[in-house]
């Protein structure tokens, strides 16, 4: 079955510190994943996406994400953390071509000043 | 482009009533989703059209609900008889299929969402 695991519910990090979310996935074929970031009262963003090619995407905002098949993992990481980073972040994962996603539980991110 | 629009943004009821939403979606996009998220979970797929033909529905969505997009334009999601558990947020997100498959580049955009609260 087709799933994705964000086995972080919160995370709490200082401003400026380093930043990595965990996503793993399970899907039968070639997965295109995807990083949404969902603020309160707002939609959901996409972060970034990655279909295939080099395996480390670049997103907005100064996120970045590393595709690992081996570990069937998809981490979203950020070097320095801004307060206004907070937000609930979600890992999603489709098929080539096709049109619907799963998405994950989220994660919470917290900001210390 | 003002992006995807849904209307309305809350939407307080009792139990038993009918409720609509309403979904615009970016303008040359030909397909439309409806999610719902409820609390501390991510969005769960409901149905999609590609124009106005509905090609699939989620086993999440009962008899009572029903989507429409009557002119391939903007949507509507009708939940009838309303019950408790249909309180969660429903989202509608747009995208443009390209290629003779229609393959989808993936990228939703999603509106703010429609909160209904069933009393």
């Known amino acids: 079955a087709q799933s994705v695991t964000q086995p972080d519910i919160h995370i709490t990090v200082s401003e400026g510190a380093s930043l990595e979310l965990r996503c793993n996935y399970s899907?039968?074929?070639?997965?295109?994943l995807f990083w949404y970031v969902q603020s309160p009262g707002q939609g959901l963003q996409l972060l970034l996406k990655?279909?295939?090619?080099?395996?480390l995407v670049q997103g907005i905002k100064g996120f970045e994400a590393e595709f690992k098949r081996s570990q069937s993992s998809f981490n979203l990481r950020k070097p320095s953390v801004h307060w206004s980073d907070a937000a609930e972040y979600f890992c999603?994962?489709?098929?080539?071509?096709?049109?619907?996603?799963?998405f994950g539980s989220g994660t919470r991110l917290l900001v210390r000043p | 482009d003002t992006g995807v629009s849904q209307d309305p943004r809350h939407k307080i009821t009792k139990r038993g009533q009918n409720v609509t939403f309403r979904c615009d979606p970016i303008?040359?996009?030909?397909?439309l989703y409806w999610y719902r998220q409820t609390l501390g979970q991510g969005p769960e797929f409901l149905t999609y059209f590609q124009n106005e033909a509905q090609l699939e529905k989620s086993r999440l969505l009962s008899d009572r609900f029903s989507a429409e997009r009557p002119k391939g334009s903007f949507s509507t999601l009708e939940i009838q008889r309303t019950e408790q558990g249909d309180s969660a947020m429903y989202l509608c997100?747009?995208?443009?299929?390209?290629?003779?498959?229609?393959?989808?580049?993936?990228?939703?955009?999603f509106g703010e969402g429609s909160r209904l609260t069933v009393l």
């Open positions: 990655y279909f295939s090619g080099d395996t």
């Open positions: 999603a994962v489709g098929a080539a071509g096709s049109y619907k996603l799963i």
């Open positions: 303008s040359e996009h030909n397909r």
């Open positions: 997100a747009s995208s443009l299929a390209k290629g003779k498959a229609g393959s989808n580049t993936g990228e939703l955009f």
């Open positions: 899907y039968g074929a070639t997965p295109y």
